[in-house]
DNA sequence: GATAATCGCTATGTTGCATAGCTTTTATAA
DNA sequence: TTATAAAAGCTATGCAACATAGCGATTATC
């Protein structure tokens, strides 16, 4: 059960400098507690069928009324490419209105329906439950700082 | 250019409470970090045609050499289903060597080869070099505080 | 008025990760 | 000891997130 009582095998471990260490690494660590929180997300809201990029899809909406959708991409960070299918899809879920701008006949303009802005608030309660499970080892500072570091890290990083 | 100017469009915003805005959630903002980390180390790592999964990889045998296939399986949170085809490239590329365990003709034990084992240092500073670059308008005492309160999100919640 | 930029979109490829199912081998229990 | 369970490594396959290339329509800029 143990490889290192094996002595047929192996060579030498190579010493690596502690700050080299995998575990040291921090983007390492940022892809495990993301992947971990990705997961959790999805059991939470299994039953509403949101994932990640649509509920903030539908938060953003729902906190900005009327957004672009060209303005929502470069909120979330993503490509107009992806966003297309997927607003085409919570639409046709009754989710997200499409109204076109009086001005500008390129922008569609993007607000949530009846139905969603009803059922909002419930979602919104869910992700604050599993935002409280997955961070139940961190207190209510250690989040404010993560919180903190997280945005230091991405915040502006584009053009912008 | 400002929706907001807009008079004949969306309705009132619904005010949401601080907490539960969107870029207030944790999630949220480890997606977005992690996603920027992901995308500089594509781009530090891109001429030795490592990502962060095989990267992890050959850093965990390189720190254990001899490790089971399985032991990486546990350690780096993958199913050996999606470790398989990886361990092959690997293998192809040279990088990774398998042998059969004395005892147990199930295991594979895993190791760099001399090649792997001589690009590695070079290979740990160009992860050096990236993580300095996404991480750069943090100081040391806050990276080692990120470093931290990531662990204790994702370490050991499964069974292990 | 010509050129460039923006907007929304389709098509398509890659990557990470999931499940299902399989064979071989070892561990455990009746 | 034999039957059953578990572990190891693997293939096949599907899904979701993300990227690039390119398109038509519209607006901005020179």
Redesign the pocket.
Known sequence: MDETRNRTGPGKATRVAPEDRLDAQIGYNL?RAS?LAL?DFAVELADAAL???TYAMLALIDERPGI???ELCRQLG?????M??L??ELEERGLVE?DDHA??????MLALTKAAKQAMPAWRRQVRRHEDRFLQRLTKKERATLLRLLRLIWSEDGPN
């Open positions: 892809r992947a997961n994932r990640p990029v672009r959708a060209a993503m490509k107009s490419a992806n297309a299918p607003l085409a499409r001005q500008d006949r390129r922008v569609q």
